[in-house]
């Protein structure tokens, strides 16, 4: 129906910087949010951020707030998560999501996943 997959993940040094992007292709929406989650190994999966369709609303965790900025570039349905200031902390693989009507913390709201990508910040 969609699929979603990432890329841009790698090997960081702390306090560098990795730009995520996600593409998603299948099925058209007339309009859809976009969101960026994340989970490290024996972790529940968590909420970095997500954007509307327009762009005009965007959500981050309190963790990541100021340091990662989340984008979108509709004509290539493709969202972009710019991640600076790199801390150990943030490694995880991080996984992409999309959904018609909902762009909150909330996981299991919604419908469309990536595979994920890997993100390992070392110092």
């Known amino acids: 129906q969609v699929q979603l997959v990432e890329s841009g993940g790698g090997l960081v040094q702390a306090g560098g910087s990795l730009r995520l992007s996600c593409a998603a292709s299948?099925?058209?929406?007339?309009?859809?949010?976009m969101g960026w989650f994340r989970q490290a190994p024996g972790k529940e999966r968590e909420f970095v951020a997500s954007?509307?369709?327009?762009?005009?609303?965007?959500l981050y965790a309190d963790s990541v707030k100021g340091r990662f900025t989340i984008s979108r570039d509709n004509a290539k349905n493709t969202v972009y998560l710019e991640m600076n200031s790199l801390k150990p902390e943030d490694t995880a693989d991080y996984y992409c999501?999309?959904?018609?009507?909902?762009?909150?913390?909330?996981?299991?709201?919604?419908?469309?996943w990536g595979q994920g990508t890997r993100v390992t910040v070392s110092s």
């Open positions: 954007i509307t369709w327009r762009g005009g609303i965007t």
């Open positions: 999501a999309a959904d018609n009507d909902y762009s909150g913390s909330r996981y299991h709201r919604w419908h469309y």
């Open positions: 299948g099925r058209t929406f007339n309009s859809y949010a």
